[in-house]
Nanobody, 127 residues
Framework: VQLQAFGGGLVQAGDSLRLSCTSS????????MAWFRQAPEKDREFVAG????????????SVKGRFTVSRDNARNYARNTVFLQMDKLRPEDTAIYYC?????????????????WGQGTLVTVSS
C-alpha cells in the first residue's frame, strides 16, 4: 500500500491550505485514514482521522474549529483519498504532515496503530 500526500506549502498566519492523500497499490479495500504531524524536535502527533465510511471523524483539540477532515472513496475502494482542510493556520501548525492508514478498527489517535504511512508534506506558517 502506498500513500501519497500533496498540498503543503508556505503560507501566512490566518491563511488556508488543503492537503490530500491518496492510497494505491492495494486490492479494493476501505481504510481508516488519518493525518499526523511532526514539528522539529517534537514527537509525531495525531491531527485528524476519518472512518472508512466517512461518518465518523476525530480531531485533535488543538485544531478543532479550524481543521476539517473528509474523504472521497473511489468506486469499489480501489483508491482511498483523504483531505485535510486547514483554515486559520497558526505558526504552531508548522510541521511535516503525514497521512496514515489502517485496515480495521476505528479512528485511532496513536501512531503505532497505523500500519501504512505516506512520505509527508511540509506545511510552514509564517507569523
Amino acid at each position: 500500500v502506498q500513500l501519497q500526500a500533496f498540498g503543503g506549502g508556505l503560507v501566512q498566519a490566518g491563511d488556508s491550505l488543503r492537503l490530500s492523500c491518496t492510497s494505491s497499490g492495494h486490492t479494493p479495500t476501505s481504510y481508516v485514514m488519518a493525518w499526523f504531524r511532526q514539528a522539529p524536535e517534537k514527537d509525531r502527533e495525531f491531527v485528524a482521522g476519518i472512518s472508512t465510511s466517512g461518518s465518523i471523524t476525530g480531531l485533535a483539540d488543538s485544531v478543532k474549529g479550524r481543521f476539517t477532515v473528509s474523504r472521497d472513496n473511489a468506486r469499489n475502494y480501489a483508491r482511498n483519498t483523504v483531505f485535510l482542510q486547514m483554515d486559520k493556520l497558526r505558526p504552531e501548525d508548522t510541521a511535516i504532515y503525514y497521512c496514515a492508514a489502517r485496515t480495521y478498527g476505528g479512528v485511532a489517535q496513536t501512531k503505532g496503530q497505523y500500519r501504512y504511512w505516506g512520505q509527508g508534506t511540509l506545511v510552514t506558517v509564517s507569523s
